[in-house]
């Protein structure tokens, strides 16, 4: 049961019998079949047994070979963003300024024009549309287009007068905006009525369920969307009578609190129970924005080494407090510099509270993309959870793309999820979405497909990092969450497959991966060029999605 309330609790109870198939269980690695009795696992089996168990009071669904696994859990997401990004222009496969301009000029409606996704790496000419262009686009219109990694935009001379920009830190009048003046402009078109508000939440959660995703890390700040579009996020979980079940969302805010007094006072204000106050509390900025803190310059900007938006002292300051109170607290952190301040500021946290109440919060550093051999033995030191998100390095980490644009050879250490294993770093991944999509298994299959091939690992290892230690990362109440064994809460997505097996980091399949006598769990291959289809989501025993070829 989870720790809100779930919508299954206000449900009469349901047993259903899931049979034909393969279940992904440690329990039974050959298992065919599972029972759900209520939001309970009760069951894993042959389909010998289930033909013994299976009775009219029960509902039957015959999986014709289809996979039962664990749902997922994203460990960083935005959800009201990515509601937004859903519902308005999609910029990803946009490829030059023109093209950007016609796709706004061809907005229609008279509200604001918003989307997101550019990436003018990927454009021969990488020049960006001026502001004064994007107002003849869109005739006047407000503009406001976010970059891939959403720590920039592209906005309008309209609603830079409108939203008072001029002054703010970060602001350009060719329009390209970083830092304060970008915040600024997000916020002033996300000044929305709360139904609205409501609905992008529920846009981004059915997107989730869709994709067998039964919790979501919501990352709310204070710069992203304000404590009301937190307390939104955080009321999914209430339930009720009629309620309609979504994933769970994991909250969390980021915002800087200098003592233990400050840190309290913040939660108690916020109205609404958070997991810790970590998440995008920013060190530091992007890469593609070149805001990522470097300890040297941009190979593609002279001069250029991003942005600190914390101090040491602010940051230790911050942690000390949150390991007082015995909560999570964390940063967004990227760029190497921008890690060397956090690690600092461990040391410092550590020496005034001790080493023990710092591991013990279970404190998380969000992306942490650039960790060098040192750096990785202090967070592995600290038991600090790195939140990595597999997607970025599918996105920009092949040669010649935006990782290796701006920092060159630095590039290929980048995203260290093998160096984090076997360093004994605690890790869990997500999309960031919108920042990449919600698509869980190309995120696994980033993992194998490491652009770097010593930092590749297996499929198993990558599954569990997307979904047991999920919950994990969250501290979450319920230690047997994120697999499917009896006793375990009933969370799951079924999943039309064309293989299973065993993949290693490499793509080999091991020799002893097929044996019998190595009872290993099998996995969707990854390598057939379609991703696996998902068929139903299950969190708690409530269905939250269902397509219909499932009772087909």
Not at 9 to 19: E, G, H, Q
Not at 411 to 425: I, K
Request: aromatic content about 6%; hydrophobic content about 40%.
């Amino acid at each position: 049961m989870t720790e809100a309330t779930s919508a299954a609790s206000a449900n009469k109870r349901n047993v259903v019998l899931y049979r034909n198939g393969s279940v992904y269980t440690a329990a039974d690695p050959f298992a065919t079949a599972m029972l759900v009795d209520g939001d309970t696992v009760a069951w894993v089996g042959s389909e010998q047994a289930a033909s013994s168990i299976a009775d009219s009071t029960m509902e039957v669904i015959d999986l014709h070979g289809s996979l039962v696994a664990p749902g997922f859990v994203d460990s960083h997401i935005h959800l009201t963003e990515t509601g937004i990004a859903l519902d308005s222009l999609q910029l990803g496969q946009v490829r030059s300024a023109r093209q950007l301009l016609d796709a706004v000029h061809s907005t229609p409606g008279n509200g604001p024009v918003l989307g997101h996704g550019w990436d003018e790496s990927t454009w021969a000419d990488p020049t960006l549309p001026t502001a004064d262009e994007l107002d003849r686009a869109a005739a006047g219109r407000h503009v406001y287009l976010s970059r891939a990694d959403v720590h920039s935009a592209l906005v309008s001379r309209s609603l830079t007068a409108a939203a008072g920009l001029m002054d703010l830190d970060g602001f350009s009048p060719a329009g390209h905006l970083k830092r304060a003046a970008h915040s600024a402009a997000r916020r002033a078109t996300r000044d929305l009525p709360e139904e609205a508000l409501r609905r992008y939440q529920r846009r981004a959660l059915a997107e989730a369920a869709a994709n067998g995703y039964v919790a979501a890390a919501e990352m709310g700040a204070p710069h992203i969307g304000g404590v009301a579009d937190l307390r939104l996020a955080a009321a999914w979980n209430t339930g009720g009578p009629g309620a309609e079940p979504v994933p769970e969302v994991l909250p969390y805010w980021g915002e800087l609190a200098l003592n233990q007094e400050l840190a309290q006072s913040i939660l108690d204000g916020l109205g609404v129970p958070v997991r810790g106050l970590a998440g995008d509390l920013n060190i530091d900025g992007s890469i593609g924005s070149r805001t990522a803190a470097l300890r040297a310059d941009y190979s593609d900007a002279a001069g250029e080494r991003g942005s600190h938006y914390l101090s040491v002292d602010e940051a230790a300051a911050h942690l000390a407090a949150c390991s007082m109170l015995g909560i999570q607290g964390g940063f967004h952190v990227i760029g190497d510099a921008g890690l060397d301040t956090a690690l600092a500021a461990l040391d410092l946290a550590a020496a005034e509270v001790g080493e023990q109440r710092i591991r013990s919060a279970g404190h998380r550093f969000e992306h942490v993309e650039i960790a060098d051999s040192k750096a990785v033995e202090r967070l592995a030191h600290y038991s600090v959870t790195v939140s990595s998100q597999p997607g970025f390095d599918a996105a920009w980490g092949a040669a010649g793309s935006l990782y290796e644009q701006r920092l060159g050879n630095r590039s290929t250490g980048m995203n260290a999820f093998a160096s984090f294993y076997s360093a004994g770093v605690p890790i869990t991944f997500g999309s960031d979405s919108p920042v990449t999509p919600l698509r869980p298994w190309a995120s696994v299959r980033a993992c194998l497909e490491h652009h770097n091939n010593d930092q590749r690992i297996s499929a198993r290892a990558a599954f569990l990092g997307h979904t047991r230690a999920g919950w994990r990362a969250a501290k979450y109440h319920n230690p047997m969450a994120g697999q499917l064994v009896p006793g375990a809460p009933a969370s799951f997505a079924v999943w039309d497959v064309e293989e299973l097996m065993v993949q290693v980091a490499d793509g080999r399949v091991q020799s002893w991966s097929t044996d019998p006598r190595a009872r290993t769990p099998l996995l969707p291959a990854l390598d057939t060029g379609t991703d696996p289809v998902c068929l139903q989501t299950v969190r708690d025993g409530a269905e939250l999605y269902s397509s219909p070829a499932l009772r087909a």
